[in-house]
């Protein structure tokens, strides 16, 4: 075993402390080292990470030789053996993103996520890649699309996107539109991807070119990652395709055989973790695109257009709530914002969009105070229907006003951004009921709706023939 007893110990054990760093002097290994280690629950091989500032002192990490991390508890190591030494570089190798004067023009516009990125082992953050050569070192296959240009517009979480955000995203489009890109690609975390797609479909409307939301629900330091067929995807079909709309672009099946683009009012975060999260509801998904190739699915998208002009509206009101109904419902819930000054209320009511009676009378207070108080159904799939039980009928006495098929989501979005425009009680309801961009249809397709539950005959036999 190689002991270390440099002057720089102290700074290659930096953040660790206690029980982790004092196991790691003893057993003689390092920061970095790439090791053989036994422990009471196995033995594994890989390089001992640094510990994040966040972390506890009890565990080492190890980056194990199929690239995923994983946590020892230091005190069950037995042995240690030093086999060799991997200090990182925090830097993504760069280079030049080489220009091609026949190849289209296309705009990443970047505001925080993972779909390039580097792990930053003294937080354990992944710190995304962003500049034109830092993507083109990260994913070399770039260069073959387009000429690719990059705006840092935020670097946040996406659960710290919100109004302002949505806002400024929206007139940077604008800008972008006007200078005469083949289309946008819009680097973002994925938890609230499907809210920000709401947002622009309201608030750029009429593109004449595709804008496209990307990014990966796992870091391009795991082999698992999706980030990189994601971008490559999302950079093709901004290029490439003939389709003009705001769209989700990320995995279709759990491999990366294609990516499905969503519309950006019918898609929804489905899954915690999977690489296929994303899931058009109610509807179908626009199409299938692989780098080089997009298959529709869908014929009644609009297309690309040679103009540089868009409708660019980006104005919103957020004193908007999104109220989730649950049994038992107390009538505070509805007058506390009422009370803090709320102007729109969404509620995700149960079945065909029903609450309980105590809320009656508060949510009469609510419309006679100003607010504008909308009803979506908490099932996502299916229609508002408040003319066949008396708890409907009664909630439009009171003056709640049916969403159709709005996603719950979809309809806070669209309220925030009509209550920017007006408070007037009938154009809010002329523009939340009117369609912009497919979040209310006329039907929704058979195959808009499929759950499969696994343990069924028909499913088991159903997956059986595919070659998974």
């Known amino acids: 075993m190689t002991k270390n007893n440099s002057a720089d ?87 030049e993103f080489p220009r091609d004067p026949e190849k289209p023009e296309v705009t990443l516009l970047g505001t925080g996520g993972t779909i390039a990125s580097r792990l930053d082992y003294r937080t354990g953050a992944v710190i995304p890649a962003f500049t034109p050569g830092e993507l083109y070192g990260a994913v070399p296959e770039l260069a073959d699309i387009c000429n690719l240009d990059t705006k840092k517009l935020f670097g946040i979480f996406s659960e710290n996107m919100g109004p302002e955000q949505w806002i400024t995203l929206a007139k940077a489009i604008g800008v972008e539109i006007e200078k005469g890109v083949s289309g946008i690609v819009i680097g973002h975390g994925t938890d609230t991807m499907h809210h920000t797609a709401a947002a622009l479909s309201f608030m750029v409307q009429k593109t004449p070119v595709p804008i496209v939301m990307v990014g990966s629900q796992r870091s391009s330091d795991r082999p698992s990652s999706d980030a990189a067929f994601n971008l490559r995807c999302a950079v093709w079909t901004a290029a490439h395709s003939d389709l003009a709309e705001v769209t989700v672009c990320m995995f279709g099946p759990t491999s990366d055989k294609y ?164 408070h007037d009680r009938e154009k809010v309801k002329e523009m939340m009921l009117t369609p912009i961009a497919n979040e209310i249809t006329e039907r929704e397709p058979f195959d808009g709706y499929l759950i499969m539950q696994g343990g069924v005959p028909e499913v088991e036999e159903f997956i059986g023939k595919l070659k998974l």
């Open 259 to 422: 990516n499905l683009l969503h519309q950006g009012t019918r898609v929804r975060k489905m899954h915690s973790s999977y690489r296929s999260t994303f899931r058009t509801i109610g509807d179908v998904p626009l199409a299938m695109v692989e780098p080089g190739k997009m298959t529709p699915i869908r014929s009644d998208y609009n297309r690309r257009r040679p103009d540089k002009s868009a409708t660019i509206d980006p104005s919103f009101d957020d004193r908007v709530a999104i109220v989730y109904y649950y049994p038992n419902m107390k009538p505070d819930i509805i007058e506390s914002l009422v009370d803090n000054g709320y102007k729109g209320i969404v509620i995700a009511g149960t079945g065909l969009g029903h609450v309980n009676k105590p809320l009656y009378e508060p949510l009469r207070k609510a419309v006679e105070a100003g607010a504008h108080v909308y009803m979506t159904v908490q099932t996502l799939w299916g229609y508002v229907q408040m003319f066949v039980y008396d708890t409907g009928r009664d909630l439009m006495d009171l003056g709640v006003v049916p969403a159709a098929n709005m996603l719950p989501e979809v309809a806070y979005v669209k309220l925030g951004w009509a209550l920017g425009h007006t």
């Open 9 to 95: 110990d102290s700074a290659v054990y930096k953040g660790y402390k206690g029980t982790a760093l004092a196991r790691l002097k003893e057993l003689g290994v390092r920061v970095w080292s790439d090791v053989e280690i036994t422990t009471e629950k196995g033995n594994f091989k890989g390089v001992i990470l640094p510990r994040s500032e966040s972390a506890d002192d009890l565990h080492i990490v190890l980056k194990m030789h199929n690239g995923y991390n994983i946590g020892i508890l230091a005190d069950s190591i037995r042995t240690a053996k030093e086999i060799g030494y991997k200090e990182a570089h925090y830097k993504i190798p760069e280079q």
